[in-house]
């Protein structure tokens, strides 16, 4: 089994450091949010359209 040069990476810097500098949730907050409003803008342009 071979495990990618960047995996290792990621183990290493995990290992160095104890606590991440930002909080994953904070990310994972902040990508959902982008992804809503995204969907939000999509939703909101399609609105007024017939089906083809």
Request: proline share 4%.
């Amino acid at each position: 089994m071979q495990i990618s040069l960047t995996a290792l990476a990621v183990l290493q810097a995990a290992e160095e450091h104890g606590e991440p500098a930002v909080n994953p949730w904070f990310i994972g907050g902040g990508a959902l949010l982008i992804l809503l409003l995204l969907l939000a803008g999509l939703v909101w342009f399609g609105g007024g359209r017939d089906h083809s």
